[in-house]
């Protein structure tokens, strides 16, 4: 096994930045292992092609999407604030490496299967938490640099105190985001060992522990396949959304077999459609969408709070989308946005807001209708419950023999 180095940084430190330098110059690696993808490596190179609008919009997954764009608009803050650019050690560890003529290894999982695993491994309590967390961190970005003393970042009890706190704010998103990436790092650089004399390891400081008790407990590692396929999750929501479609059939027949009359069942099928779509249209115009989207959410709410395959926000981005007409080059002006009005004034972001909170606005509909139906209706359950299962099983006696 080779001597392995690692260094530990925080992603807008200079003094990170200073330290990488020096291991390079003073350890003389004969390979160097970053905390990069091919994909990261090539954003901060400045030669990523930024994904099509389109294959946004086919994800579907826009509280995901927001959500990553919200932690990196958040660290480059900071940078910002430091004067030192996110990923600037590592660029510095790559291109004195290329000048050394060092080989350099790309060691991380790459970041889609992490944020993948990130989002889809959290419950909704966690990713409600996060949300909130991320946007009162946009709000008081300004001010980040005159709370946070950088250098602090790369101390180790510093580091193990933030993680633990993550934990106790976020455990499921905290094994995807830390511990995965762990296993993940101290693969690639438990296997460069074998075949190196000299490693030099380049990764967060919230990384360094976990990797070196991997490194001295090998045995201990997870399998690299388990930490790279698609996560396996019971699908809660599509189990929410045939529930909810089963309750509201069940609700109807009940009123039709009641005998109040079909002119409230033909109220309650109007309410189904004016309180998911107005809720939903709410949604589209807190974020500032256009009256069309608005409209569109409108129109497909009803129907999309029956479907767990369909959404709201799924159409109403498309019809945004058509009237913004947000290009490729959107997503490099949303990575250099100053704050978040500048964000919003974007019309990627904005398609993408407006998907997010469309969907938000047709579920808070949804539920609005449960609780709130009968009383408007001027019902008592009780008696729709009754008479509506006596005269339905009354009928369905008549026509099937038992």
Same mark, same amino acid.
């Given at each position: 096994m080779g001597e392995i180095k690692i260094i530990g940084t925080a992603h807008v430190s200079q003094k990170s930045v200073d330290e990488v330098t020096e291991a390079i110059e003073t350890f003389e690696p004969q390979?160097?292992?970053?905390?990069?993808?091919?994909?990261?490596? !090539?954003?901060?190179?400045?030669?990523? *092609? =930024?994904?099509?609008?389109?294959?946004? &919009?086919?994800?579907?997954?826009?509280?995901?999407?927001?959500?990553?764009?919200?932690?990196?608009?958040?660290?480059?803050?900071?940078?910002?604030?430091t004067g030192v650019s996110p990923g600037a050690e590592m660029m510095a560890a790559v291109e004195l490496a290329e000048e050394r003529g060092i080989p350099i290894a790309l060691a991380d999982r790459d970041i889609q299967i992490t944020f993948s695993r990130f989002w889809n491994l959290m419950p909704i309590t966690e990713k409600l938490k996060m949300v909130y967390v991320l946007i009162g961190s946009v709000a008081g970005a300004g001010e980040v640099g005159e709370k946070i003393d950088i250098d602090s970042m790369t101390d180790q009890d510093v580091?193990?105190?933030? !993680?633990?706190?993550?934990?106790?704010? *976020? =455990?499921?998103?905290?094994?995807?985001? &830390?511990?995965e990436r762990d296993a993940y790092l101290a693969h690639a650089i438990y296997d460069l060992g074998q075949r190196f004399d000299r490693v030099?390891?380049?990764?967060?400081?919230?990384?360094?522990?976990?990797?070196?008790?991997?490194?001295?407990?090998?045995?201990?590692?997870?399998?690299?396949?388990?930490?790279?396929?698609?996560?396996?999750?019971?699908?809660?929501?599509k189990v929410i959304g045939f529930s909810i479609l089963a309750l509201f059939a069940l609700f109807l027949i009940l009123i039709a077999f009641s005998g109040v009359?079909?002119?409230?069942?033909f109220s309650a099928m109007i309410w189904w459609v004016l309180i998911n779509g107005i809720l939903a249209a709410i949604g589209v115009l807190?974020?500032?969408?256009?009256?069309?989207?608005?409209?569109?959410?409108?129109?497909?709410?009803?129907?999309?709070?029956?479907?767990?395959?369909?959404?709201?926000?799924?159409?109403?981005?498309?019809?945004?989308?058509?009237?913004r007409h947000p290009t490729g080059a959107d997503f490099s002006r949303i990575a250099e946005a100053d704050d978040l009005s500048q964000m919003r004034e974007n019309p990627l972001f904005r398609v993408v807001l407006v998907a997010a909170l469309a969907n938000v606005g047709s579920i808070i509909g949804t539920f609005a209708y449960i609780l709130f139906i009968m009383p408007i209706l001027g019902i008592d359950p009780r008696d729709i419950l009754s008479a509506g299962v006596t005269n339905l099983m009354a009928f369905l006696g008549s026509i099937i023999p038992f």
């Open positions: 390979i160097v292992a970053v905390e990069l993808d091919r994909g990261r490596l !090539m954003v901060l190179k400045g030669n990523a *092609a =930024p994904p099509s609008v389109d294959d946004v &919009i086919k994800s579907g997954n826009f509280s995901g999407i927001l959500a990553q764009w919200l932690l990196a608009y958040v660290q480059r803050r900071i940078g910002k604030e580091i193990s105190a933030a !993680m633990e706190e993550f934990r106790r704010f *976020a =455990p499921k998103g905290a094994s995807a985001l &830390i511990d030099l390891a380049v990764v967060g400081a919230g990384h360094r522990e976990g990797i070196a008790r991997y490194l001295d407990q090998p045995e201990t590692l997870p399998t690299k396949a388990s930490l790279m396929e698609t996560p396996k999750t019971f699908p809660w929501m009359g079909l002119d409230v069942l807190a974020a500032r969408g256009h009256p069309l989207s608005a409209l569109t959410a409108f129109a497909v709410a009803w129907m999309t709070s029956l479907n767990p395959f369909m959404a709201a926000g799924w159409f109403a981005a498309i019809t945004e989308a058509k009237i």
